[in-house]
């Protein structure tokens, strides 16, 4: 059992459905103040109220996380409503599927602009109160398409991933210094909102890929990134955990199936 996160102040970032929304829901229920963070309001409040119904402490935010003043707005509402702020969960995301040949500049700076930019604005953004705070915590949400694995129509969206770990490898020296570790779960293929979106057949034909034989759910995710904040994970910085069900190791079907 890891140490509770007992009055401690969270962003996710995403959080109205999805991974974002297991992470927030996994983090309410070790103690967090959860500050749930989407454009849109009213998903958000929802998950808020979802969250406090079930006993935590949560309230919503609006905010892009391709916009610097909307977040630097959010890790303001954090510190005044929750008490400070600890931990950090970037992890908004989109993964518009487009081939190559039909991808348009504005394709990949839709993807790039929130997978990629938003990484930097929200963490930039949630430094000056974790530095406050004394330390803190700041957990990425990677993939294992592009910095493992790819898969046709993502080329923009595996470039995205891949770059939030050069991220990261950097930007954690650089906040070490004020006692914050800097880390990104790698999820495989998890059932939300977002990949539900992606039909039926990617679903089935997706979780016959994984030696597990099923999708991961939000909660797997969860579970990863309340390690990445906890106390117990003090030591770890710069590091990536794939959670995917076993799905990026078989090198065959014979491998799959045996
Ligand atoms: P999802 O179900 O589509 O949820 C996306 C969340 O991000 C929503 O809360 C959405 O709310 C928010 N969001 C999108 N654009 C935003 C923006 N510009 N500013 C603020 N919030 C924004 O997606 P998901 O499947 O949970 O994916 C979440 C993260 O996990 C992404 O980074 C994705 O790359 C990563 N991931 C997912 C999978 C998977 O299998 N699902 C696998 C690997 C990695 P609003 O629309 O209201 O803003």
Not at 29 to 57: N, P
Not at 85 to 108: H, R, Y
Not at 202 to 220: C, F, H, N, Q, W
């Amino acid at each position: 059992m890891l140490t509770s996160l007992d009055g401690q102040s969270a962003i996710v970032t995403g959080a109205s459905k999805g991974i974002g929304k297991g992470i927030a829901r996994v983090f309410a229920r070790h103690g967090a103040r959860v500050l749930v963070v989407a454009r849109h309001i009213d998903a958000a409040e929802a998950t808020a109220e979802e969250l406090r119904d079930a006993g935590g402490q949560a309230s919503a935010f609006a905010a892009d996380v391709r916009d610097l003043a909307a977040m630097e707005a959010a890790a303001a509402a954090a510190v005044e409503r929750h008490g400070g702020l600890d931990i950090l969960c970037a992890n908004a995301g989109i993964f518009p599927q487009v081939k190559l040949e039909s991808m348009t500049d504005d394709d990949w700076d839709e993807v790039m602009d929130t997978n990629l930019k938003g990484t930097f604005v929200s963490v930039k953004a949630c430094l000056p109160a974790m530095k406050k705070s004394g330390g803190g915590r700041i957990v990425l949400t990677s993939s294992i398409t592009g910095p493992v694995t790819g898969y046709p129509g993502w080329a923009h969206y595996a470039a995205s991933k891949a770059g939030q770990l050069g991220f990261l490898r950097t930007a954690c020296m650089e906040v070490a210094g004020y006692g914050i570790t800097m880390n990104a779960v790698m999820p495989g293929n998890i059932v939300t909102e977002g990949l539900e979106d992606l039909g039926e057949d990617y679903l089935e034909t997706m979780a016959a890929s994984i030696p597990l034989k099923r999708l991961g759910s939000v909660e797997d995710i969860g579970y990863a990134a309340l390690f990445f904040a906890s106390k117990e994970a003090g030591y770890i910085t710069g590091q990536t955990i794939i959670v995917d069900g076993g799905q990026i190791l078989p090198e065959s079907l014979e491998a799959l199936n045996t």
